[in-house]
């Protein structure tokens, strides 16, 4: 079965399990945007910006940042929006 992140975490939540409040962005001015949005509705100030794609290993490939700062997340999402991710599993 091939799922995004964003997918299960959309099945899971339908069947009631809690989930973290999560955005797909298609620039990185959408990203920065919707992170304002999380940091309204939730006061949280961190954000996880990651790739999508069907393989493990994310992070190692550098598809998984963690941002501090609204212009840490569109400069994050600059980065890896369009990159070629290479991991073990691709």
Same mark, same amino acid.
């Given at each position: 079965m091939n799922l995004h992140e964003y997918?299960?975490?959309s099945i899971l939540k339908k069947y009631?399990?809690?989930v973290p409040l999560g955005f797909i962005a298609? =620039?990185?001015e959408q990203a920065r945007e919707l *992170?304002? &949005?999380i $940091?309204?509705?939730t006061g949280m100030d961190?954000? *996880?910006v990651k790739a999508q794609i069907h393989a493990g290993g994310r992070g190692k490939g550098g598809g998984v940042k963690i941002a &501090? =700062?609204?212009d840490e997340v569109? $400069?994050?999402a600059d980065q890896i929006l369009g990159m070629q991710l290479v991991t073990p599993q691709t």
């Open positions: 997918q299960g975490k009631g399990v809690a298609e =620039s990185p *992170a304002k &949005k $940091l309204d509705e961190k954000f *996880a &501090k =700062s609204l569109q $400069l994050f």
